[in-house]
């Protein structure tokens, strides 16, 4: 959700969750931080018009995002990895969703900025070692520039899976993701 709104309201989180107070849908959501409902956020330019689909990431609402995931039209998922929390047992919950409706998905590393380049590695290291598991043998690759961006448009017919490190924080790769969102291709024609 905090990446969603980051993106959408163009302001940059103060740490404690003040960017996703402006999407949470309910009062128990603002109160815990936790995305409990199924909503839908829009993002356009001149060339693009986006519909983000912000399902929950907590384990007790589960079902909600099975049910997000498999009622919406979607063409992309978005992985996403607190860098200094690493690899969850619902990251691979997540992962192995994305998986069974063989959607391409972007992996986000958020948090870059409390996260020790150590520990980041680890994390790195997690996502392979469960990607290697589920048989995905796609190469990792770090989008940190315009030119690997547009380079990197059509992983979803190429070997690779992008990945981003982002912070809602300090703003860092915020532009770049959100120019690489802009300019993706989309796989489907949902007007039909």
């Known amino acids: ?14 740490g404690r969750g003040l960017a996703r107070q402006s ?33 929950a990431g907590h384990e007790k609402y589960f079902k909600t995002t099975i049910h997000g995931v498999n009622t919406c039209s979607i063409d992309y998922a978005i992985l996403m990895i607190g860098s200094n ?10 992962l192995t969703l994305i998986l069974i409706l063989k959607l391409p998905f972007i ?50 017919k190429d070997k690779s899976i992008p990945y981003f490190k982002i912070s809602n924080i300090s703003g860092h790769n915020i532009d770049l993701f959100k120019n690489y969102l802009l300019n993706i291709k989309l796989l489907n024609d949902w007007k039909l």
């Open 85 to 94: 929390m690493g690899v969850s047992k619902m990251t691979i919950e997540h």
């Open 1 to 14: 959700s905090t990446i969603i709104s980051v993106l959408k309201e163009h302001q940059l989180d103060n």
């Open 23 to 55: 999407i949470l849908k309910h009062q128990h959501e603002k109160d815990s931080g936790r995305t409990s409902s199924i909503t839908h956020h829009y993002l356009k330019n001149e060339k693009c018009n986006l519909t983000f689909i912000d399902l």
């Open 107 to 156: 992996v986000v590393f958020s948090k870059i900025d409390l996260c020790p380049q150590s520990v980041f590695k680890q994390s790195f290291k997690d996502l392979q070692k469960v990607l290697a598991k589920y048989k995905i043998h796609k190469n990792l690759i770090e989008i940190n520039s315009e030119q690997l961006a547009l380079n990197n448009l059509d992983f979803a």
